[in-house]
């Protein structure tokens, strides 16, 4: 999206304290507003010639939807003891190990935490990023190779990198930078092939043409099931920790 720095400040809304996000979109050609898929708030797209004022407007005449919206989520889950992880089609429980000094490891389907059970959730953040580095790294470095098999000419992977992205959960910068969401590492693995597979096909076809969905096609086990399965579940991805 093009234009300035999010400006975020929480406002009241029908009497209740809802995080607003101000965006100027030059592209845009009139105010939208959009549900921040973690929860705490809303985005507000102003388009370039429009005022915060007619912003402002917009959103309090829309208050009962933003509302209703924000109500209808999925409820929060965070990282305690005892919680159940969604990890590529097993499910993982959170345990703490206080007197343990191990920091966080795994044991079949138990995610074991040691130290303070202040850390406990950062902790348990660190290790699924680290996760989920560790496993697009290899599903990029496979899927390239095969691309390169394919005689398919294409840049070469600059870099990999894992954020915490609300909109995208991949790109691929003209340089060959790759980008996903460390949130895929709780899809179905199909899911996570799926994206992977994507932006890879990227480094040869930077579009969405008939050339690039072959090539997805041929890279991933399957495509049309899970971008089903990102348009009605993926925003469930962003209620964890």
């Known amino acids: 999206m093009h234009g300035m720095a999010d400006d975020a400040r929480v406002m009241l809304l029908q009497g209740r304290e809802v995080q607003v996000r101000w965006r100027i979109n030059r592209r845009a050609r009139r105010i939208g507003l959009r549900i921040d898929p973690a929860g705490d708030g809303v985005q507000v797209t102003l388009p370039a010639r429009a005022s915060q004022k007619a912003g402002l407007a917009f959103l309090e005449a829309q208050a009962g939807w933003v509302l209703n919206s924000l109500d209808s989520l999925p409820r929060r889950v965070p990282f305690v003891p005892g919680t159940e992880l969604p990890l590529l089609g097993r499910i993982l429980t959170l345990s703490h190990i206080p007197e343990a000094r191990r920091g966080v490891w795994r044991e079949e389907d138990r995610l074991l935490v ?18 989920a580095r560790r496993e697009i790294t290899a599903r990029v470095t496979g899927k390239a190779a095969l691309l390169a098999a394919q005689d398919r000419p294409g840049r070469p992977v600059r870099r990999v990198s894992v954020r915490d992205t609300r909109t995208r959960w991949g790109s691929c910068s003209p340089s060959g930078d790759l980008s996903f969401s460390w949130r895929l590492l709780l899809a179905p693995p199909d899911v996570l092939d799926y994206v992977v597979a994507h932006e890879v096909a990227h480094l040869a076809e930077m579009n969405h043409g008939p050339r690039f969905w072959a090539l997805c096609e041929a890279l991933a086990e399957e495509t049309k099931g899970p971008r089903r399965w990102l348009r009605k579940h993926g925003s469930s991805l962003h209620r964890y920790g």
């Open 114 to 131: 040691s130290g303070d059970s202040a850390h406990f959730p950062r902790r348990v953040a660190d290790w699924l990023r680290g996760e």
